[in-house]
């Protein structure tokens, strides 16, 4: 369960309350990044450019959050991109076949839910490894999209649901909306609910969280479906902007979530991470990647300044391990 820690007054708190050093440190790198390239460009600190980074780092964000559940609990999620590919060209064809917008969005959701499903049961239920269920799954779900479509794209997604995905709520694109409410639901979950407490513990101590009662295989299988879930949510902001879903949608996504979240703090060993963190290492990513695009920095330099980012966040995680 969730550690206590009892203040000068004598009143308990959780533990993920805290003042935690780790996600400071990640803030403070989040500046040093902004004042750099605010400096090299005067484009970069300019509000247009700056919810662009937000808005093009929503659909990172989105599936960013639903694998920090996941590595907190001890577990990865390698099908997060094949499952929103599955779930876009689905929810697409619904919406081209003219089922009513909302309809098609609470299926395209369901499917993504059901991916979780899927792997989060065999996980779980089954004693699977995490790597090799959500590994097989990336094939799995791609194959499948693959198999549906013929490999061809599906056209004529409805300028309804279009206009709802590129609108604005007082002059915030709508992704970066979706965005904020899902990550004030998800630390509400995680600061305010059994659920929360059930997830650290698994991923702090398996063994004894099952023996302290905590309902391990259904908190396994749920962490999942939210991932999915995600995932899926993620898809249909990316076919409302582009007008079409392909089956080929999501590549590499599960690297991108894992480095943000691993960024902000998130321990792949599990129990440990927090949806702060994760937000603020997607947001790292994405002016890391506007800025070096503003200066004319060639992709392959791009990656590399990725790597070595991830890298000095591992070794920063070590060093305030335990602080």
């Given at each position: 369960m969730m550690t206590q820690?009892?203040?000068?007054?004598?009143?308990?708190?959780?533990?993920?309350?805290?003042?935690?050093?780790?996600?400071?440190?990640?803030?403070?790198?989040?500046?040093?990044?902004v004042v750099t390239f605010s400096f090299?460009?005067?484009?970069?600190?300019?509000?247009?450019?700056?919810?662009?980074?937000?808005?093009?780092?929503?659909?990172?964000?989105?599936?960013a959050l639903g694998m920090t559940l996941v590595i907190i609990s001890g577990g990865?999620?390698?099908?997060?991109g094949p499952s929103a590919a599955l779930s876009a060209v689905?929810?697409?064809?619904?919406?081209?076949?003219?089922?009513?917008?909302?309809?098609?969005?609470?299926?395209?959701?369901?499917?993504?839910a059901l991916c979780g499903l899927f792997s989060g049961t065999l996980i779980a239920y089954?004693?699977?490894?995490p790597f090799i269920v959500t590994l097989g799954g990336l094939s799995l779900f791609r194959a499948i999209a693959l198999i549906y479509t013929g490999g061809n794209p599906i056209f004529g997604i409805p300028p309804s649901f279009r206009s709802l995905v590129n609108s604005t709520l007082f002059g915030v694109p709508m992704p970066i909306v979706v965005v904020a409410v899902i990550a004030l639901l998800l630390w509400t979950v995680m600061n305010k609910t059994p659920l929360g407490?059930?997830?650290?513990?698994?991923?702090?101590?398996?063994?004894?969280?099952?023996?302290?009662?905590?309902?391990?295989?259904?908190?396994?299988?749920?962490?999942?479906?939210?991932?999915?879930?995600?995932?899926?949510?993620?898809?249909?902001i990316l076919i409302g902007r582009l007008g079409?879903?392909?089956?080929?949608?999501?590549?590499?996504?599960?690297?991108?979530?894992?480095?943000?979240?691993?960024?902000?703090?998130?321990?792949?060993m599990g129990g440990k991470g927090s949806i702060f963190g994760t937000l603020i290492g997607v947001i790292i990513l994405g002016a890391l990647r506007n800025g070096?695009?503003?200066?004319?920095?060639?992709?392959?330099?791009?990656?590399?300044?990725?790597?070595?980012?991830i890298i000095i966040a591992m070794l920063i995680d070590r060093a305030t391990r335990g602080k």
């Open positions: 820690t009892t203040t000068p007054a004598g009143v308990r708190m959780p533990a993920m309350l805290k003042f935690n050093l780790r996600d400071a440190g990640t803030l403070i790198g989040l500046l040093i990044i090299l460009s005067p484009v970069f600190f300019t509000l247009p450019n700056l919810l662009n980074i937000l808005q093009q780092s929503s659909i990172n964000a989105l599936i990865i999620d390698l099908s997060v689905l929810g697409a064809t619904l919406m081209v076949s003219g089922v009513p917008v909302p309809l098609a969005i609470l299926a395209t959701l369901g499917v993504g089954a004693g699977l490894q407490e059930y997830i650290l513990a698994i991923g702090g101590n398996e063994e004894a969280a099952r023996v302290a009662g905590v309902p391990v295989k259904r908190t396994k299988v749920t962490v999942y479906i939210f991932s999915g879930l995600l995932a899926s949510l993620a898809s249909l079409a879903a392909e089956p080929t949608i999501g590549n590499l996504w599960e690297l991108d979530a894992i480095a943000a979240a691993a960024i902000g703090g998130a321990s792949l070096l695009t503003l200066l004319n920095i060639q992709a392959f330099y791009q990656l590399l300044a990725t790597g070595l980012i």
